[in-house]
Nanobody, 115 residues
Framework: ARLVESGGGLVHPGGSLTLSCAAS????????VTWYRQPRWERDLVAGI???????NYADSVKGRFIISRDNNANRVFLQMNNLKPDDSAIYYC??????????WGQGTQVTVSS
């Protein structure tokens, strides 16, 4: 079982990217999923979504610009990032949490916002 992030890259300030977190060899629908980012040494919460998708939460720094969503049929969670800023540059990770405490992290995808 593993999580695979994709969709990162280089984008100009004000641009958009959509990250994908895909589950391999397990059913992601039973997991809450959270996106984190690590610009240097600390890993900070960006956005989270419940297993059913009925509730989301965001860091203050991304509210109004980022949208987290999920497609349980596709076994994926997405992070749509709009109006990107240089401070959004980081490695972005997704984490899946099961109710029994099982946790799985992806390997990360790099996002660079630069002119």
């Amino acid at each position: 079982a593993r999580l695979v992030e994709s969709g990162g890259g280089l984008v100009h300030p004000g641009g958009s990217l959509t990250l994908s977190c895909a589950a391999s060899a397990f059913d992601l629908s039973g997991f809450a999923v959270t996106w984190y980012r690590q610009p240097r040494w600390e890993r900070d919460l960006v956005a989270g979504i419940t297993s059913t998708g009925d509730s989301t939460n965001y860091a203050d720094s991304v509210k109004g610009r980022f949208i987290i969503s999920r497609d349980n049929n596709a076994n994926r969670v997405f992070l749509q990032m709009n109006n990107l800023k240089p401070d959004d540059s980081a490695i972005y990770y997704c984490k899946a949490d099961a109710e029994d405490g099982y946790v799985l992290w992806g390997q990360g995808t790099q996002v660079t916002v630069s002119s």
